[in-house]
């Protein structure tokens, strides 16, 4: 499944930011932004603007404009109303507009992220991650862990937890045939 979000790119102005924030507007279209510190082309201080939940569905192309405009509009609002100075700044500049970004995550249904690994051809090994939904970045590190133990052939407890195969393992019993391998 797939769920869309925006970003957008304004210049960190005084009163300047110095720690990276979540904004939480309950009830508002953009209700949690995530405000990331960053640095622009020419070395100039930056703010990362990024928010949004709209749903694709199974096909990560299926981007509806209309919502994907008012995503824009909502996250150039919570920008507006936060970081007015930094908001008139990227408006004067030309450049909010031009920022505009967009992803679509992966999202699963469990809100758990995948985790599997294959043997290679060539006797390597592959590494499939991903489907955290938004709370991707901050489990990287320990993903990174998964990973490198993967690579290393030790046992981490994401390798199991993360397995697509995870629930067939939970609901397994004598009656349902063999184990599935994870």
């Known amino acids: 499944m797939g769920m869309l979000g925006v970003w957008l790119t304004v210049p960190n102005v005084e009163p300047r930011l110095d720690h ?9 279209r953009a209700e949690e932004t995530n405000v990331t510190l960053g ?12 928010a949004g939940y709209g749903w694709t569905g199974t ?3 299926a981007i509806d404009q209309a919502e994907l405009e008012t995503l824009f ?3 150039a609002d919570t920008i507006r109303r936060f970081f007015p100075e930094a908001y008139a700044a990227a408006q004067e500049a030309g450049t909010l507009t031009a920022s505009r970004r967009i992803c679509v995550r992966p999202w699963t249904a469990s809100c758990l992220g995948v ?3 294959m043997v290679t051809a060539s006797g390597g090994t592959l590494v499939v991650t991903g489907g955290h939904n938004t709370g991707g ?6 993903v990174a862990d998964a990973v490198l133990a993967a690579l290393r052939g030790r046992s981490h ?14 609901y397994w019993t004598d ?7 994870v």
């Open 20 to 28: 990276s924030v979540k904004i939480a507007r309950k009830g508002h």
């Open 39 to 50: 640095t622009g082309p020419a070395g100039e201080p930056i703010l990362i603007c990024g």
């Open 137 to 142: 970045f901050t489990q990287s590190p320990d």
């Open 157 to 170: 407890r994401m390798h199991t937890r993360f397995h697509p195969a995870r629930l067939d393992r939970f």
């Open 73 to 75: 509009e909502a996250l």
């Open 175 to 181: 009656s349902t045939g063999p184990t599935p391998s």
């Open 115 to 117: 985790f599997e690994t």
């Open 59 to 61: 096909d990560p192309a």
